[in-house]
């Protein structure tokens, strides 16, 4: 179980690092809510299942709804002017 939690920590610096590297910004919300889930399966081999459902609800749910309605929003803007 330990190696199981050093690979997650693993794809978690690896999708951290991508994150800010990834330069479509769909794209990038995309590995953020990979992220995201990542963190909330970490937080329950933690033994922290509040913490897990909460990261999963709010890291992978609504931040990423947010973002893609941001992003959405300003491509839209870009449009019309245009």
Do not use: C, H
């Not at 330069?23 to 990038?28: H, I, P, R, V």
């Not at 893609?68 to 019309?80: F, M, T, W, Y």
């Amino acid at each position: 179980m330990e190696s199981f939690s050093i690979l997650i920590l693993i794809f978690l610096i690896i999708f951290s690092i991508s994150v800010s590297i990834i330069k479509n910004l769909l794209a990038s919300v995309v590995v953020f809510m990979v992220y995201s889930l990542l963190m909330a399966v970490l937080w329950q081999q933690l033994n922290a299942p509040d913490l897990a459902i909460t990261e999963a609800a709010v890291g992978a749910g609504v931040t990423t709804l947010l973002f893609v309605l941001a992003i959405r929003k300003v491509k839209g803007d870009d449009n019309e002017e245009n």
